[in-house]
């Protein structure tokens, strides 16, 4: 870290020891500076010293802590705010669950046994960014067991097969999830453009302005290269040629509907897009870079939270992009 990251940092915590009755904002605001900065120590001890103040941690605070001590690889402190966290009672939530996940993984002292304490599928995700296809496989067994007609568990689980090279075993769970009729929301992207509402799903040609709308998403696409995107083709079937794979991620909804929004919004305006899904992964990263090559923020609602990209980075701070649709697996399935 450079030593102008330090000094705005004692600079902030001197204005923090400063603040007589700190409320949970002002906690949470230092422990995610530090958090960002990549002190996991001093945002620990900060946390700990609000428990004491019995100032009751907000979603914020958690995850910048859960996040930071990921880095800590520690097992011990692992336990304590998985401890916290059931504790503030925040029942199932899918991003807190996810990350406490990658943190236990990140321990490297994730067991099946969890598998049944945690939901996205979040244990299913973290498999997938670590390329833990045995795990994967026990998770799947429970979760099939327990929530069979959840259609994001099979694809999910056919992807880890796929990307792991098992395309049988991926083949498998799809006859599976057809035999038991187990039909998967179609994923779209809508944008409103002067009080209208429009609609793309994946490879979308029927709108109007579809010539316009893809010969401008190429140019983003090689912009976005040029920056250092590349594209993630776990993030497609893997059945098809490697060409194909990234033309197929080209086309997600999410990027067709920025792309429009880009065309037909005024220069420096916030562009606001709705996801029926969660937003997939490529995507995700995709969007973090268009907000910063095209300078526009970008606010994003799917189907668990807001996203806020700007200036190639986004607010949800989730650890590694989890997907839980494919939609052209979905698309081949139905
Ligand atoms: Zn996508
Ligand atoms: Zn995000």
Redesign the pocket.
């Known amino acids: 870290m450079d030593v102008c990251t330090l000094r705005k940092n004692d600079v902030a915590r001197g204005f923090f020891n400063g603040i007589i009755d700190k409320d949970l904002v002002s906690w949470a605001s230092m422990i995610e500076a530090y958090a960002q900065v990549n002190l996991p120590l001093e945002a620990l001890e900060l946390f700990k010293s609000m428990m004491v103040q019995r100032i009751r941690p907000d979603l914020v605070a958690l995850l910048s802590v859960i996040r930071t001590c990921s880095n800590l690889a520690s097992y011990k402190k692992a336990r304590w705010i998985h401890g916290v966290v059931i504790r503030s009672f925040f029942g199932h939530h899918v991003t807190l669950e996810t990350s406490l996940v990658d943190l236990y993984v990140k321990c490297g002292s994730l067991n099946a046994g969890k598998a049944r304490c945690w939901c996205l599928g979040a244990l299913l995700g973290a498999c997938r960014i670590h390329s833990n296809i045995e795990l994967a496989k026990t998770a799947a067994k429970n979760l099939f067991e327990l929530d069979a007609e959840n259609p994001g568990r099979y694809v999910l689980m056919s992807n880890i097969y796929a990307s792991s090279g098992k395309q049988k075993d991926a083949d498998k769970i799809r006859d599976l999830m057809k035999q038991r009729g187990v039909r998967k929301v179609a994923g779209h992207t809508s944008i409103e453009i002067r009080n209208k509402v429009y609609t793309f799903v994946a490879g979308d040609k029927s709108h109007a302005q579809s010539d316009l709308i893809y010969s401008e998403l190429e140019k983003v696409i090689n912009r976005i290269r040029q920056e250092g995107y590349k594209p993630d083709l776990n993030f497609v079937l893997h059945d098809v040629e490697e060409e194909m794979k990234e033309t197929m991620l080209y086309v997600h909804s999410e990027k067709l509907a920025i792309v429009f929004g880009l065309l037909n919004s005024g220069p420096g305006s916030v562009i606001r897009i709705n996801k029926n899904l969660r937003?997939c992964g490529d995507c995700?990263t995709a969007?973090?870079f268009i907000s910063k090559v095209m300078g526009r923020e970008i606010v994003?609602r799917d189907a668990h939270?807001?996203?806020?990209?700007n200036n190639g980075a986004?607010?949800?701070?989730?650890i590694g992009?989890i997907v839980i649709e494919g939609q052209y697996l979905v698309h081949k399935l139905s």
């Open positions: 937003v995700h969007s973090k994003m939270r807001f996203h806020h990209f986004c607010s949800c701070g989730i992009d």
